[in-house]
């Protein structure tokens, strides 16, 4: 898996079907020299292609123009002028820094890394871990650099750990990686856009010249952008093409993009945001990075996203529910919103279970002066008006019904009409002289401090000690302003941002071991912080708070570039939709949402028997296949953001069972015949179509394809198909 070649220094970490190759120039420098299909024979020096060895030959790489030069980590200030991996502060003024090459260790597994979510391996998985240990002599500054080598999922994480042995220094800047490419003509930049309900768009643009690439300032991942890029070819598509991956699992402030050279070099990099970072490293002190998640893809982006669904759903996720069938529920926000009390959530209950939905989930509105978004967050103790028996009445009774009890917080919070806020005008996010923003007329509390994180965990644990509450939706609605801590001195304001999350990950930590029962579901404004940060902690996320079936087409699709299915919740809302006045059929409304975490958001009371009739059927088919849409190999086959057919293919492990979902935005007159290609399928069977007595070889259905007229209005199809046995 990982091998080391003394003799030409070249470090190989080699994966099923991929190669990503480093090595050690002259006994000092560490240059990244591939990273692509998987190599037979072993790279030398002439591999690095001409303009770059020359530009070896001709520049002593400490002087000079070395903007050419492929570094593996690279610090500011020795003539490479491109985004560097790591910028330093020196306590002598000096920003300049030189590392060099100093050693390695291969070990077996893959260790945890302190305080930060990651990808892990079990007993049995083929990981292997590379720590390269670099060196700045003159300032006493060691980095290590570390990649686990995931074999057979064909994935390469990587972290780095920064430990200072000399005097005070600040760390302006630290990424979690840095690749440069050279020969890169035509690539494209991809990234997940959007905005607070049309979130993770596909973007595809050129990479042009210079730097570019996205951001979050906003303290976490956000709706504008998602904490993942991916360098393809131009032609790249879902089934061919070279694409290279790179998503962070981290859900603060970040930075990712390419930066050109005139000379078809491109430098990709991913990591925190530099904006208001500034970490004090005492001697001795050290900074670990978060974890950047590296795919290579030889066969376009589908088998990309296939390989991250896998990971993250197996390596990633954990608990409990990581494995088992998770629960159908139905949330009372879309029916009620701040307008319930305990007979009304009964009610709604009450109809749920008879169609077979197991949770009922109480939202936003239930504690204290909390009666709409005004105030009361923070003050976790419930409204006696709306909830005269405590949230320990109203579970009974929900479990009464054979059902499960799940409740809405958002713990990151305060309003300032609150006792909390009252008690602790410091415990918010503030920055001296300034007035805190408020942002849906709440303020953040400071998670970068111990006691603040302390307090939640408290005020949390008692609550789902007392009552039985056995689903926990996690949400967050503003982002961060003035974020500033009345704790850390002025020298560590700096660290406060970064603290935060590192506080919020205490406390779900913390809260998720001592509640290994309790499935938590992470939301923010819908999906804002859908980021592999989260999913360590939460297996799954609100997707988006616009449950409409036809914009869900793209969230969900788009959203499937990076993360599985079975990380979406997805819910059933009434029509006219809500968020855009949209009417679809019941039935459409379940085949979306059922790709996904299903759920229902919307008083069932008001539907029709008919309507009725089809959430009980929905709710069945689920349960027999939800298995395979979330455990399943994922196929985009037709793009919502390129025609008005969605198509997604679900391929069971055992390969027996196929999904084939059929979704259209918009019907089209005599509209023209479309064959949908399948894919995944073993040519050489035979599929029968579930409930018939027909059936399509499996050449046949990649081959020729699956017929289809967009003529109606709302067309859905979910279609099932057997394996026939031999
Ligand atoms: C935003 C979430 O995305 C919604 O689902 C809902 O929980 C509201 N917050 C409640 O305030």
Redesign the pocket.
């Not at 939301?523 to 804002?528: F, I, L």
């Given at each position: 898996m990982i091998k080391f070649d003394k003799e030409s220094g070249i470090f190989y970490l080699n994966t099923k079907s991929t190669t990503y190759a480093m090595g050690v120039w002259n006994g000092e420098k560490l240059l990244h020299r591939y990273w692509g299909k998987r190599l037979v024979n072993p790279l030398n020096k002439t591999d690095l292609g001409d303009y770059v060895a020359r530009g070896f030959e001709a520049v002593d790489l400490q002087g000079g123009n070395s903007d050419i030069v492929p570094f593996e980590y690279s610090t500011f200030g020795n003539a490479d002028m491109r985004i560097p991996s790591a910028e330093f502060r020196f306590s002598d003024g000096s920003r300049v820094s030189n590392l060099t090459y100093k050693g390695y260790e291969i070990t077996d597994g893959k260790p945890a890394l302190e305080g930060l979510p990651a990808t892990y391996c079990e007993e049995g998985d083929k990981v292997e871990t590379l720590t390269i240990h670099l060196e700045d002599t003159y300032q006493n500054v060691d980095v290590f650099l570390s990649y686990s080598v995931f074999e057979d999922f064909d994935a390469i994480t990587r972290s780095t750990k920064i430990v200072n042995r000399g005097e005070r220094l600040l760390l302006d800047s630290a990424m979690s990686a840095t690749v440069d490419f050279y020969g890169s003509p035509d690539r494209e930049l991809l990234h997940l856009d959007g905005a607070w309900m049309r979130e993770r768009s596909i973007v595809r643009q050129p990479i042009v010249a210079g730097n570019q690439g996205i951001n979050s300032r906003y303290g976490c991942s956000n709706m504008f952008h998602n904490p993942f890029i991916a360098l393809c070819d131009k032609n790249a598509d879902e089934t061919t093409g070279d694409v290279y991956g790179f998503n962070l699992v981290y859900s603060g402030n970040f930075t990712a993009g390419a930066e050109k050279n005139p000379f078809n070099g491109l430098r990709a990099y991913i990591g925190i945001n530099s904006t208001n970072f500034q970490f004090v490293l005492e001697n001795g002190g050290s900074f670990r990075t978060p974890e950047a998640v590296m795919v290579y893809s030889s066969k376009g982006l589908g088998e990309m996203s296939r390989i991250y669904h896998k990971l993250y759903r197996t390596r990633l996720c954990r608990g409990k529910f990581r494995d088992t069938e998770r629960f159908v529920l139905i949330?009372n926000?879309?029916a009620t919103?701040?307008d319930f009390n305990e007979d009304k959530i009964v009610a709604i209950a009450e109809k749920a279970s008879k169609v077979g939905i197991d949770t009922m989930v109480l939202?936003?509105?239930w504690f204290s002066s909390r009666i709409d978004?005004t105030n009361g967050l923070g003050d976790w103790y419930e409204n006696r008006d709306r909830l005269p028996n405590g949230l320990e009445g109203l579970a009974k009774r929900i479990n009464a019904l054979g059902m499960r009890f799940g409740l809405?917080f958002?713990p990151e919070m305060v309003n300032p009409g609150t006792e909390l806020y009252k008690n602790h005008p410091d415990w918010i996010l503030h920055t001296k002289g300034r007035k805190p923003s408020q942002a849906?007329n709440q303020l953040t509390l400071d998670y970068s401090r111990d006691d603040v994180c302390d307090y939640i965990i408290d005020t949390l644990s008692g609550i789902l000690s007392r009552a039985n509450i056995e689903y926990i939706?996690w949400?967050m609605?503003r982002c961060m302003s003035e974020p500033g801590s009345a704790f850390w001195d002025g020298e560590h304001q700096g660290e406060v941002m970064h603290r935060y999350i590192l506080g919020l990950y205490r406390v779900l930590e913390t809260l998720t071991q001592r509640f290994p029962n309790v499935l938590f579901e992470s939301?923010?404004?819908?999906?804002?912080r859908f980021d592999a940060g989260m999913l360590y902690y939460m297996p799954q996320t609100?997707t988006?708070?616009d449950s409409d079936a036809v914009e869900r087409l793209k969230i969900q699709y788009g959203t499937s570039v990076v993360y599985p299915f079975s990380s979406m919740g997805a819910h059933v809302s009434a029509v006219p939709n809500h968020q855009v006045g949209r009417i679809t059929s019941f039935d459409m409304r379940c085949n979306v949402a059922m790709a996904g975490q299903f759920g229902f958001?919307l008083d069932l009371n008001k539907c029709t028997e008919e309507e009725l009739k089809t959430a009980e059927r929905a709710v069945k088919t689920y349960r027999e296949l939800g298995e395979v849409f979330h455990k399943g190999d994922c196929y985009r086959l037709k793009s919502p953001f390129e025609s008005d057919i969605c198509a997604i293919e679900f391929v069971s492990e055992d390969k027996n069972t196929v999904i084939l979902t059929v979704n259209c935005s918009k019907a089209m007159p005599n509209s023209p015949d479309e064959y949908i290609l399948l894919d995944g399928l073993d040519e050489t069977a035979v599929y029968t179509l579930d409930g018939t007595d027909k059936s399509f070889g499996g050449d046949y259905l990649m081959n020729i394809g699956w017929h289809f007229v967009n003529d109606r209005e709302n067309q859905s199809e979910l279609i099932l198909f057997k394996k026939q046995k031999l």
């Open positions: 949330n926000w879309e919103y701040f939202d936003d509105g978004d809405w958002e849906r939706k949400d609605n939301c923010s404004s819908g999906g804002s609100w988006s708070d958001e």
